[in-house]
């Protein structure tokens, strides 16, 4: 299902007028991108909070309407506000259906408890990236990149040539030649190597 966002042209343009929109409940922004000219526009803050905040908002194809017309862009950048975490400002980009797009997705990991690391081991998994930048058309983005873990031993761990990505859809750091960890599962405290390592020779008494 897309995720409709609806925007109208902002004329006043300049710190001042931004300060003002954000006052006034609305958002100031620009879409860009395309064989399209930039356009700034703004956005009713309390609709807008209302779909950022879902996951799917950050990696997903999004529906634009604009002048009654709709047109598909990515999120491409935003400021919160540091104290209220209200968005400040939010850029989209227009996205082709003949270009390939680059894009941030989120890892969802399954079957932790059920890795033999942890249920048998007693390890700890460590998420070492928690998304991807990944190349694919807009009709092929995921919204996220499943990872099990249900096979996963003591000390190993998951990298990103040993994930199944959809059809289309390559990794971005994998097409450079760098295969990076995904999660590992850690060893438990307290073994036998950790006991061993704890073992001080006390001197002999004088």
């Known amino acids: 299902m897309s995720i409709e966002i609806k925007a109208v042209k902002r004329d006043v343009k300049g710190t001042g007028a931004s300060r003002r929109l954000r006052r006034a409940g609305?958002?100031?922004?620009v879409v860009y991108g395309g064989e399209q000219p930039a356009v700034s526009l703004e956005f009713d803050h309390k609709e807008l909070f209302l779909q950022f905040r879902h996951e799917a908002f950050h990696a997903s194809i999004l529906s634009l309407v604009l002048d009654g017309k709709t047109e598909s862009v990515l999120l491409?950048?935003?400021?919160l506000h540091p104290v209220r975490n209200t968005i400040q400002h939010i850029d989209f980009q227009r996205v082709s259906a003949s270009e390939k797009i680059h894009v941030k997705v989120p890892f969802h990991f399954v079957n932790e408890d059920a890795a033999p690391g942890v249920k048998l081991g007693g390890g700890s998994i460590s998420?070492?990236?928690t998304e991807a930048d990944i190349s694919c058309l807009a009709k092929d983005l995921p919204e996220f990149i499943e990872i099990d873990?249900?096979?996963l031993e003591t000390g190993h761990s998951v990298h990103l040539s040993e994930v199944k990505l959809p059809k289309g859809v390559e990794f971005v750091q994998l097409a450079h030649g760098?295969?990076?960890?995904?999660?590992?599962?850690?060893?438990?405290?307290?073994?036998?190597?950790d006991a061993?390592?704890?073992?001080?020779?006390?001197p002999a008494a004088e």
């Open 26 to 29: 609305s958002v100031p922004g």
């Open 196 to 202: 061993a390592e704890a073992e001080v020779e006390t």
């Open 178 to 193: 760098a295969d990076a960890a995904i999660a590992t599962i850690l060893k438990p405290r307290g073994g036998e190597d």
């Open 127 to 129: 998420h070492i990236q």
């Open 149 to 151: 873990l249900g096979n």
């Open 76 to 79: 491409r950048d935003y400021q």
